[in-house]
């Protein structure tokens, strides 16, 4: 894996901000001892991240913007295809064709201060995920639990 840096932050009267990005490049090759099979990946992504606030002439109010991505690879074992035994009625087995998770997280946020010990905060932020990992059963004479990609996650929340 290579990466590279870049961050940006200051004040502008009352804005104040942080921003941040990174390229990475991500490369890998499995191989199946047993099988020769071969698996190979190879991805370049962004991942930007940003912190905007607003602190209103009163300095008791402000409002901020933020926002970031981010990445969740597959660990070893969840690419391995071959069966693990956990305990004796069950196994799991891995996927080699998984692919990386992405998630997205936007929030807005609204702040007002009565006093240094006092604060009343309101958020609203949303969530999307892509290729989400998880796990299925199946119930055979044995049970079985492959881990699989499903695709996308979205949320809104308030606080």
């Given at each position: ?26 490369d ?63 196994f ?34 949303g ?10 059963s ?22």
């Amino acid at each position: 894996m290579l990466a590279a840096y870049s961050s940006l932050n200051g004040k502008l009267k009352h804005f104040s901000f942080d921003l941040g990005l990174r390229l990475e490049s991500f490369d890998y090759k499995l191989r199946a001892v047993s099988t020769d099979e071969q698996i190979k990946n190879n991805y370049l992504n962004l991942f930007p991240n940003f912190n905007i606030r607003y602190d209103f002439e009163d300095l008791k109010n402000s409002i901020a913007l933020s926002g970031n991505r981010r990445i969740e690879r597959p660990g070893y074992s969840m690419l391995n295809p071959f069966a693990v035994n956990n305990n004796p009625i069950y196994f799991t087995n891995g996927n080699t064709h998984l692919k990386p998770y992405f998630a997205n997280r936007l929030d807005l946020q609204y702040s007002h201060k009565w006093n240094s010990n006092h604060s009343l905060i309101f958020s609203l932020y949303g969530n999307s995920s892509k290729n989400m990992f998880t796990y299925i059963s199946r119930y055979n004479e044995e049970v079985w639990s492959p881990e699989f990609n499903y695709y996308n996650d979205y949320n809104l929340n308030q606080i």
